[in-house]
């Protein structure tokens, strides 16, 4: 069975960091794409970034390109998402989810249950 | 805004038959396929529908969703109370170059 555990949430002041990780198991981690969706309160779902099985492609929402950068380590079966300049609409619920496939074009079949950043002073 | 545009609710009976509508362009649905994902209250999405119109092992067939141009639909069948939920349609952007979703559909069961 797919697990993705989402972890690194809390708690940040606008224009500090956070890294967020997931830790996958129950597949083969290093053939598939990875993807991190957001959830902002109340809202509907924004996709926020995907990996290549390799790492080697990387795609970003336009609101987060720059600041924002998705890592993984097929040694480790880990997923990712260091977060810099984070702004108050950049609270949501983070989900982490698995691609269909080997490319980030693969659609999220399977998602953790997420965990929560909220940027607030 | 979202850049996939869904009405914001819809409503039915149980054992009714309800369809949610999903507009988009031709550099999404237009030319790409549509995904549609049901969020029980205070759970994960879970993937309901892919590639237009194939269901996941697991998804009863009263689920079905269709395509036709920049549109997309997902029809439920024979309506349950646990179905109460809210319905997301995605499909890859090919300008934006990443996913794009809806702004979700609430549904609910009268």
């Known amino acids: 069975e797919v697990q993705l555990e989402e972890s690194g949430g809390g708690w940040v002041q606008p224009g500090r960091s956070l890294r967020l990780s997931c830790a996958a198991s129950g597949f083969t981690f290093d053939d598939y794409a990875m993807h991190w969706v957001r959830q902002a309160p109340g809202k509907g779902l924004e996709w926020v970034s995907g990996?290549?099985?390799?790492?080697?492609?990387?795609g970003y929402a336009d609101s987060v390109r720059g600041r924002f950068i998705i890592s993984r380590d097929n040694a480790k079966n880990s997923l990712h998402l260091q977060m810099n300049s984070l702004r108050a609409e950049d609270t949501a619920l983070y989900y982490c989810?698995?691609?269909?496939?080997?490319?980030?074009?693969?659609?999220?079949?399977?998602w953790g249950q997420g965990t929560l950043v909220t940027v607030s002073s | 805004q979202s850049v996939l545009t869904q009405p914001p609710s819809a409503s039915g009976t149980p054992g009714q038959r309800v369809t949610i509508s999903c507009s988009g362009s031709?550099?999404?649905?237009?030319?790409?396929?549509v995904y549609w994902y049901q969020q029980l209250p205070g759970t994960a999405p879970k993937l309901l529908i892919f590639r237009n119109n194939q269901r996941p092992s697991g998804v009863p067939d009263r689920f079905s969703g269709s395509k036709s141009g920049t549109s997309a639909s997902l029809a439920i069948s024979g309506l349950r109370s646990e179905e109460e939920a809210n319905y997301y349609c995605a499909a890859w952007d090919d300008s934006l170059g990443g996913w794009v979703f809806g702004g979700g559909t609430k549904l609910t069961v009268l």
């Open positions: 990996i290549t099985w390799d790492g080697d492609d990387r």
């Open positions: 031709s550099s999404n649905i237009g030319s790409n396929f």
């Open positions: 989810a698995k691609g269909e496939s080997s490319g980030y074009y693969s659609w999220p079949d399977t």
